[in-house]
């Protein structure tokens, strides 16, 4: 068992702010650059494939990295750990403020992702050591999730401030003094926690999970670009998943594995596992999108472009900390699977939006699925949590962090390429055009926006009218796609808990987390 820590009442939760502050900071890095896009599209000038690369470096390596650094947690102390990540994350954040190229912007991301998965699987873990009372681990955890949310969703918000009055680099200088609060307050109020007999850090483990990871995330990414029939996808989709085979089976051979993938025998673990990575998956991808349509179609500035999208942020706090409340009245079951039916309605809602549609239909939309992701990560990362033994609290809690920056890579590379090979197909370059114009416009909203401004007004109308109504019909698809995908996981998640207890830990000792069938759940 991981050591116990006795703390006052005020030193828990002073130590939850804390780790509420990291959290919020990671999340809202993921999203944050979302309205930067057509800045950088017009300083930079990325293709398409570097554009997209820049939105999700970050989330497909921190993802890569999330479980390894959860187990390392373990053996050399969540806190420190928790330290050395943000003092990494803030080094990476000055390289990617002054990026020259979009090469340089992609890497500094990378590195970003790197120190990211230093800090995430700390926080959910740290919360254990801090709260081992269910109810007030309950009512943390809920805090904790909305904080993961709401940042992901209040990403847009801040990067349209800061864009209104900066360039597209400051989004990551934002990032600096809020590591120096977090250094200073995480020294001295989060306790150290490990576990006691970690074992051998086995760095062959480590390699092939980020391997396997990345391989297979890229085999998907460019398959939904490009097609399955180009050489890389095939190659790198079959190295991926061999290096993912080879790793379970090292963890099942090995006395202290990196991941103990018989949590994937409780039924509460997978269900939630699923639940949260397929809900950012649609997140992030409406996040994406629609960041890019409220300015490139709608023409919204950056700030209130960003502000458009508050009801989600609101939503998502809401979602969070009303979890433990509605799971009491509903139970786990119910309250998950309805979580992921709302989400799904409201990305399925962004199906029906036009150039010219009223705000209150996306601010319906926004603010039904951050209240639902509230909902859904908050509940799933407390099952994860619950699920485990406190021993190996880091390296499960990366699991749940893994999902959640697995889905939001997926999202922006599953939907911006939906959205990028439907934009491209129905793309009409007016006759007379330059070929590199065309190029150019074909790549993105933003290469069409840009290469508008050198054309005639009489090419220059035509050019931006198809492109803005090819954007919105890849929009449209996308979101009805995304919505299915939802509810195809609310169903999923029905059945993963279908003949469980329906009460997860949120306060009340009777009710139990969920707990699983010992005849169908193996002890682990």
Do not use: C
């Not at 993921?30 to 939105?55: C, D, K, N």
């Not at 699991?399 to 009409?428: K, N, P």
């Amino acid at each position: 068992m991981s050591s116990t820590v006795h703390l006052q009442p005020r030193q828990r939760w002073t130590g939850l702010a804390v780790l509420v502050l990291a959290v919020t900071l990671v999340a809202v890095d993921a999203t944050v650059l979302s309205l930067a896009i057509p800045s950088i599209s017009e300083t930079l000038r990325p293709s398409g494939t570097e554009l997209l690369w820049i939105g999700d470096a970050y989330s497909f390596v921190l993802a890569g990295l999330l479980v390894s650094m959860g187990s390392l947690s373990d053996r050399i102390g969540r806190k420190r750990l928790l330290l050395i990540g943000a003092t990494a994350f803030g080094a990476a954040s000055l390289l990617a403020a002054y990026a020259p190229s979009a090469g340089w912007l992609i890497l500094a991301r990378a590195l970003l992702g790197v120190a990211g998965a230093t800090i995430m699987p700390s926080t959910l873990s740290l919360i254990r050591t801090l709260f081992p009372d269910d109810r007030e681990r309950a009512t943390a955890i809920g805090i904790w999730g909305a904080a993961a949310t709401a940042g992901a969703a209040l990403g847009p918000v801040v990067g349209g401030v800061l864009l209104e009055h900066f360039w597209w680099g400051s989004v990551f200088l934002l990032n600096i003094p809020v590591l120096v609060l977090l250094l200073v307050f995480g020294a001295w109020l989060l306790p150290e926690s490990k576990d006691p007999n970690p074992g051998r850090w086995d760095v062959l483990s480590v390699l092939l999970s980020l391997a396997g990871v990345i391989g297979v995330v890229y085999a998907i990414k460019e398959a939904a670009a490009h097609g399955v029939l180009r050489w890389d996808v095939p190659v790198t989709a079959v190295l991926g998943a061999a290096a993912l085979t080879v790793f379970v089976r090292r963890q099942l051979r090995l006395d202290t594995p990196l991941l103990d993938v018989r949590l994937f025998r409780d039924r509460r673990f997978t269900a939630a596992v699923l639940a949260s990575l397929i809900a950012l998956i649609g997140l992030s991808g409406v996040v994406f999108v629609t960041s890019q349509y409220l300015q490139l179609v709608r023409g919204y500035p950056p700030l209130k472009a960003g502000l458009a999208e508050l009801p989600a942020f609101a939503g998502a706090v809401v979602g969070g900390l009303l979890t433990a409340r509605l799971v009491r009245r509903t139970g786990a079951r119910t309250a998950l699977t309805a979580g992921l039916l709302a989400m799904g309605i409201g990305i399925g809602m962004l199906g029906w939006i036009q150039q010219d549609s009223t705000y209150l239909l996306l601010a319906a939309a926004f603010l039904l699925v951050g209240t639902a992701e509230g909902v859904v990560y908050t509940l799933g990362a407390d099952l994860v949590l619950t699920a485990a033994p406190a021993d190996r609290a880091g390296a499960a809690s990366a699991v749940s962090e893994t999902a959640y920056e697995l889905g939001t890579a997926l999202g922006i590379a599953l939907v911006g390429s939906v959205v990028g090979a439907l934009y491209a197909g129905r793309l009409a370059v007016p006759a007379g055009a330059d070929p590199a114009v065309a190029t150019r416009a074909g790549e993105s909203l933003g290469g069409a926006v840009e290469a508008a401004h050198g054309l005639p007004d009489t090419l220059a109308g035509p050019l931006l009218e198809s492109a803005r109504t090819s954007f919105v019909h890849g929009v449209n698809v996308a979101g009805m796609l995304a919505g299915a995908l939802l509810l195809g996981a609310a169903v999923l998640t029905w059945r993963l808990l279908r003949g469980l207890n329906d009460r997860p830990t949120t306060g009340d000792p009777e009710q139990s987390a969920a707990a699983p069938e010992p005849e169908r759940t193996p002890v682990h």
